[in-house]
């Protein structure tokens, strides 16, 4: 076999992207090819992300060797490392409110003192104290 057909494929363990982004095989795989191929198959598209897909999307190297026999068929496809990439889908996280935040903290900060207030008054903590003080000062 010729080696100009020979392509050899490295999976990358893991890459972030953003939602609806195209996912290149540059993005989740290392190429070695014929100069010709190579710049070729950098520019596929393995994956488009959609809402469907949450947050993570596994692409295992036998759909990318898939995709590549479809483009050349002729190739000697080898892959080399890990089986398999995994797609973080990296989504912009909601900034919280610092009004809704100081709400969450006064009403924490008011309960833990209720909390703390409705303890002593089960457990008779007045007559506790009274008991020990007078129980130290008689001797």
């Known amino acids: 076999m010729n080696g100009s057909q020979e392509i050899y494929i490295r999976m990358r363990q893991r890459t972030i992207v953003q ?6 095989l540059t993005d989740i795989a290392q190429c ?3 100069e010709e191929r190579y ?8 994956h488009h992300v959609t809402a469907a897909d949450k947050n993570l999307i596994v692409i295992d190297a036998m759909q990318v ?3 590549i026999r479809k483009i050349y068929p002729d190739a000697a496809i080898q892959t080399i490392g890990p089986s398999q990439t995994i797609i973080v889908v990296h989504y912009k996280k909601r900034k919280m409110s ?5 709400f969450v903290w006064l009403l924490l900060f008011v309960g ?3 909390a703390i207030m ?18 130290y000062w008689r001797k």
């Open 118 to 135: 409705n303890f002593h008054e089960d457990v008779s903590m007045r007559a506790v104290h009274e008991k020990f003080l007078f129980d």
């Open 19 to 24: 939602p609806g982004a195209k996912v290149y």
């Open 39 to 46: 710049e070729k198959l950098q520019h596929q598209v393995v």
């Open 65 to 67: 060797i898939r995709m």
């Open 32 to 34: 070695i090819a014929a």
């Open 112 to 114: 833990a003192g209720l």
């Open 98 to 102: 610092p009004l809704l935040f100081i």
